[in-house]
């Protein structure tokens, strides 16, 4: 890791969704860049959707509305596809951003919900999502499925973004945001689309999540915590005067030592883990979470306030769900995870995808050492890969609930509240605690 810590906390948030400002393609003759046919989505009944050009048409389509820098806008899509529906004339009226398309809703002859009041949702509806000092961004409703803990799964296409098909965990009536530091505004409904409907179930609100240290590779084994300070596979030392309990270790870049976190924000290291940095008086919430950094380590607290040596305190992220319950750090920056299952990427960390069909809350998280991927698990035993990362496996059936995933070199680990190992990959096998104090 060569990019300081400084740099990367002023470099703030990697872009995760929306396209930075680069120079669209130019106009020719084969029209702007084909990102996904219209018959691709919507049961073969959606649109081109195109990247950004300067050219007017798009497999054969003509831009509606738009600006002529970039006609392929977010905006632009749900025009498009609207019109061809027959549920709108074409260019919405009076919308310059897509943060006004909620707003102006009305106007345009159509219904809005707020985010957490949302009832219903048809295939076709738009998404509208805002940021701080941005224009947001608009996605059309692909489709809704049920999930396990009878929560939904709502799949979105949208243009002008890096990945245009995203999916959204709905639940309580409430949309949780798939791009970083974009928070959702609601849902527009066109009058006239009498598609299929579907109502919100599930728990409105993901639990409170209180585990212990987890485990992670120490050495020729593991190094396990649990919520009272108690240490296996670790170093000779005295047992830490905890206030609060356990709820994180991170081992040191040279493997010769690590850290303890407490909930209250008390650090205690070992082998050759740097001294500590006092809490700051501006950090809400419990401290959940702490990683290796350049600097010596970062920390989280489940507001998804981050600080370490030498590194001023940072904001909450705009726009996330749940709390915050895992830091990740790589090359050259690092990933906030939340019980959500939204991966917040700062610096260099490249965003691969969020969790939206897990079970209850998405508990810990961790990065495969390429820095191109990451694997999460929820408190059902539930593993989700993104990236470079390989799904090999989940808990059985009748296992504990899950409270951390670590990344090996031939898998991955997932360690339960009782403290069991479930190995996954080569050599794959279980292993029991003995005796302990509180939970991992």
């Given at each position: 890791m060569s990019t300081p810590l400084k740099q990367i906390i002023a470099g703030g948030m990697a872009a995760a969704g929306v396209l930075a400002p680069t120079a669209p393609a130019e106009?020719?003759?084969?029209?702007?860049?084909?990102?996904?046919?219209?018959?691709?989505?919507?049961?073969?009944?959606?649109?081109?959707?195109?990247?950004?050009?300067?050219?007017?048409?798009?497999?054969?389509?003509?831009?509606?509305?738009?600006?002529?820098?970039?006609w392929w806008q977010c905006v632009e899509l749900p025009q498009r596809f609207y019109l061809k529906r027959?549920?709108?004339?074409?260019?919405?009226?009076?919308?310059?951003?897509?943060s006004q398309i909620f707003t102006r809703a009305a106007a345009l002859g159509m219904e809005r919900q707020a985010n957490g009041s949302i009832k219903a949702i048809v295939p076709g509806d738009m998404v509208v999502m805002n940021r701080s000092g941005a224009a947001g961004h608009v996605v059309v409703v692909e489709r809704v499925t049920v999930n396990k803990d009878g929560t939904r799964n709502v799949v979105t296409v949208g243009q002008n973004s890096q990945v245009v098909r995203n999916p959204m965990r709905w639940h309580g009536g409430r949309l949780d945001s798939f791009w970083a530091s974009y928070s959702v505004a609601g849902v527009v409904h066109a009058k006239k689309n009498i598609g299929i409907l579907s109502t919100d179930g599930g728990p409105a609100d993901y639990p409170a999540l209180v585990n212990g240290g987890g485990a992670r590779p120490f050495g020729a084994g593991y190094l396990a915590v649990?919520?009272?300070?108690?240490v296996f596979g670790g170093?000779?030392?005295?047992?830490?005067a905890v206030s609060g309990r356990v709820t994180d270790a991170a081992v040191t870049p040279s493997g010769a030592g690590y850290w303890l976190l407490s909930s209250s924000g008390q650090i205690f290291p070992y082998g050759d883990a740097a001294p500590p940095v006092a809490r700051p008086a501006t950090a809400e919430g419990e401290l959940v979470a702490i990683d290796a950094a350049p600097n010596g380590y970062l920390v989280t607290t489940s507001t998804g306030q981050v600080y370490g040596p030498g590194v001023w305190i940072?904001?909450?992220?705009?726009g996330y769900s749940g709390q915050f319950v895992d830091i990740e750090v790589t090359t050259g920056g690092y990933w906030l995870l939340t019980s959500a299952g939204q991966v917040h990427p700062f610096g260099a960390a490249k965003w691969f995808g969020n969790a939206t069909t897990f079970e209850r809350a998405i508990v810990a998280m961790s990065g495969t050492a390429t820095g191109k991927g990451y694997v999460m698990v929820d408190v059902a035993g539930n593993v989700f890969a993104f990236g470079d990362a390989e799904h090999l496996g989940d808990l059985p059936e009748g296992s504990a609930e899950a409270a951390d995933i670590a990344v090996t070199a031939t898998g991955y680990?997932?360690?339960?509240?009782?403290?069991?190992?479930?190995?996954?990959?080569p050599g794959a096998g279980v292993t029991n605690p003995g005796r302990f104090s509180g939970t991992f």
């Open positions: 106009a020719s003759a084969a029209g702007a860049p084909l990102r996904l046919a219209g018959t691709s989505w919507f049961a073969g009944g959606g649109v081109p959707v195109c990247g950004a050009s300067t050219a007017t048409s798009c497999a054969g389509q003509r831009h509606v509305g738009g600006v002529s820098y970039n027959g549920w709108h004339s074409g260019i919405f009226s009076g919308v310059g951003i897509a649990t919520s009272t300070g108690q170093l000779p030392g005295a047992a830490p940072t904001a909450s992220p705009e680990v997932v360690t339960t509240k009782t403290g069991v190992r479930h190995t996954f990959g």
